[in-house]
Protein backbone atom coordinates (compact mmCIF):
# COMPACT_ATOMS: atom_id res chain seq x y z
CA UNK A 1 0.00 0.00 0.00
CA UNK A 2 1.80 3.26 -1.05
CA UNK A 3 -0.90 5.38 -0.05
CA UNK A 4 -0.51 6.32 3.25
CA UNK A 5 -4.22 7.65 3.32
CA UNK A 6 -5.50 4.25 2.22
CA UNK A 7 -3.41 2.50 5.32
CA UNK A 8 -4.96 4.80 7.40
CA UNK A 9 -8.48 4.24 6.04
CA UNK A 10 -7.55 0.69 6.27
CA UNK A 11 -6.56 0.64 9.74
CA UNK A 12 -9.70 2.57 10.71
CA UNK A 13 -12.06 -0.03 9.15
CA UNK A 14 -9.84 -2.69 11.11
CA UNK A 15 -10.71 -1.34 14.29
CA UNK A 16 -14.35 -0.66 13.60
CA UNK A 17 -15.45 -4.09 12.20
CA UNK A 18 -13.68 -5.71 14.99
CA UNK A 19 -15.37 -3.40 17.67
CA UNK A 20 -18.60 -4.38 16.08
CA UNK A 21 -17.73 -8.03 15.92
CA UNK A 22 -16.58 -8.14 19.58
CA UNK A 23 -20.26 -6.72 20.66
CA UNK A 24 -21.76 -9.27 18.46
CA UNK A 25 -24.25 -9.91 15.93
CA UNK A 26 -27.28 -11.56 16.08
CA UNK A 27 -26.29 -14.49 13.79
CA UNK A 28 -25.88 -17.50 15.64
CA UNK A 29 -23.31 -18.89 12.89
CA UNK A 30 -20.97 -16.35 13.87
CA UNK A 31 -17.87 -18.24 15.47
CA UNK A 32 -14.87 -16.54 17.28
CA UNK A 33 -13.42 -14.26 14.57
CA UNK A 34 -10.13 -12.38 13.79
CA UNK A 35 -9.72 -9.58 11.79
CA UNK A 36 -6.04 -9.91 10.59
CA UNK A 37 -5.77 -7.38 7.72
CA UNK A 38 -7.57 -5.01 5.67
CA UNK A 39 -6.40 -3.99 2.45
CA UNK A 40 -8.23 -0.95 0.82
CA UNK A 41 -7.68 0.02 -3.11
CA UNK A 42 -5.94 3.42 -3.72
CA UNK A 43 -9.23 5.04 -4.72
CA UNK A 44 -11.00 3.73 -1.51
CA UNK A 45 -13.56 1.93 -2.99
CA UNK A 46 -13.11 -1.66 -1.89
CA UNK A 47 -11.44 -2.90 1.23
CA UNK A 48 -10.54 -6.61 1.07
CA UNK A 49 -10.86 -7.26 5.24
CA UNK A 50 -9.44 -10.88 5.96
CA UNK A 51 -10.48 -12.99 8.97
CA UNK A 52 -9.50 -15.95 10.94
CA UNK A 53 -11.87 -18.45 12.79
CA UNK A 54 -10.90 -20.27 15.55
CA UNK A 55 -12.43 -23.41 15.18
CA UNK A 56 -13.07 -26.67 12.98
CA UNK A 57 -14.43 -26.43 9.34
CA UNK A 58 -17.74 -26.28 9.88
CA UNK A 59 -17.41 -23.15 12.29
CA UNK A 60 -15.35 -21.38 9.35
CA UNK A 61 -18.00 -22.12 6.73
CA UNK A 62 -21.14 -20.70 9.11
CA UNK A 63 -18.74 -17.36 10.24
CA UNK A 64 -18.08 -17.04 6.32
CA UNK A 65 -21.68 -17.16 5.67
CA UNK A 66 -22.81 -14.93 8.96
CA UNK A 67 -20.19 -12.19 7.69
CA UNK A 68 -21.41 -12.43 3.86
CA UNK A 69 -24.81 -11.83 5.56
CA UNK A 70 -23.51 -8.95 7.84
CA UNK A 71 -21.96 -6.95 5.10
CA UNK A 72 -24.23 -4.63 4.51
CA UNK A 73 -24.85 -3.36 8.12
CA UNK A 74 -21.09 -3.14 8.88
CA UNK A 75 -20.37 -1.27 5.92
CA UNK A 76 -23.63 0.88 7.05
CA UNK A 77 -21.32 0.93 10.36
CA UNK A 78 -18.18 1.37 8.90
CA UNK A 79 -19.64 4.68 7.01
CA UNK A 80 -21.11 6.20 9.83
CA UNK A 81 -17.78 5.82 11.60
CA UNK A 82 -15.40 6.49 8.64
CA UNK A 83 -16.28 9.98 7.89
CA UNK A 84 -15.47 9.96 3.96
CA UNK A 85 -17.62 10.65 1.28
CA UNK A 86 -17.71 7.52 -0.20
CA UNK A 87 -18.48 4.09 1.97
CA UNK A 88 -16.15 1.31 0.50
CA UNK A 89 -17.33 -1.98 -0.38
CA UNK A 90 -16.30 -4.79 1.84
CA UNK A 91 -15.43 -8.22 0.81
CA UNK A 92 -14.28 -10.85 4.00
CA UNK A 93 -11.65 -13.08 2.99
CA UNK A 94 -10.35 -16.32 4.91
CA UNK A 95 -6.89 -15.81 5.74
CA UNK A 96 -4.96 -18.54 5.73
CA UNK A 97 -1.89 -17.45 7.11
CA UNK A 98 -2.46 -19.33 10.55
CA UNK A 99 -3.18 -22.68 8.75
CA UNK A 100 0.22 -22.25 6.55
CA UNK A 101 2.50 -20.81 9.65
CA UNK A 102 1.16 -24.16 11.15
CA UNK A 103 1.73 -26.51 8.07
CA UNK A 104 5.71 -24.48 7.86
CA UNK A 105 6.32 -25.12 11.82
CA UNK A 106 5.63 -29.34 10.78
CA UNK A 107 8.11 -29.18 8.26
CA UNK A 108 10.72 -27.81 10.35
CA UNK A 109 9.91 -30.18 13.23
CA UNK A 110 10.24 -33.07 10.66
CA UNK A 111 13.47 -31.77 9.46
CA UNK A 112 14.94 -30.94 12.54
CA UNK A 113 14.14 -34.66 13.80
CA UNK A 114 15.79 -36.15 10.82
CA UNK A 115 18.80 -34.13 11.26
CA UNK A 116 19.13 -35.68 14.86
CA UNK A 117 18.47 -38.65 13.34
CA UNK A 118 21.31 -38.38 10.96
CA UNK A 119 23.77 -37.06 13.89
CA UNK A 120 22.96 -39.91 15.69
CA UNK A 121 23.82 -42.58 12.38
CA UNK A 122 26.73 -40.29 11.48
CA UNK A 123 28.39 -40.09 15.20
CA UNK A 124 28.55 -44.18 15.31
CA UNK A 125 29.87 -44.58 11.76
CA UNK A 126 33.30 -45.71 10.74
CA UNK A 127 34.94 -45.07 7.07
CA UNK A 128 34.43 -47.42 4.87
CA UNK A 129 38.05 -47.31 3.63
CA UNK A 130 41.05 -46.11 5.15
CA UNK A 131 41.05 -43.93 7.72
CA UNK A 132 42.84 -40.92 5.11
CA UNK A 133 41.89 -41.64 1.87
CA UNK A 134 44.01 -38.48 0.40
CA UNK A 135 47.47 -38.70 -0.67
CA UNK A 136 50.15 -37.40 1.41
CA UNK A 137 52.93 -35.01 -0.45
CA UNK A 138 56.18 -36.89 -0.38
CA UNK A 139 58.42 -36.33 2.82
CA UNK A 140 62.41 -35.07 1.49
CA UNK A 141 64.09 -37.99 3.86
CA UNK A 142 61.69 -40.78 2.05
CA UNK A 143 62.72 -39.49 -1.19
CA UNK A 144 66.58 -39.39 -0.32
CA UNK A 145 66.39 -43.57 0.89
CA UNK A 146 63.74 -44.63 -1.99
CA UNK A 147 66.98 -42.65 -4.27
CA UNK A 148 69.56 -44.48 -1.96
CA UNK A 149 67.71 -48.24 -2.77
Do not use: C, W
Amino acid sequence: MSNPRAGKVAERIQQIIARRLEKGLRDPRLGFVTITDVRVTGDLQQASVFYTVFGDEQEQTDTAAALKAATGMLRTEVGKQLGTRLTPTLEFIHDELPESAQHLSELLAEAKRRDEESAALAAGATFAGDADPYTKPRDEESDAEEDAR
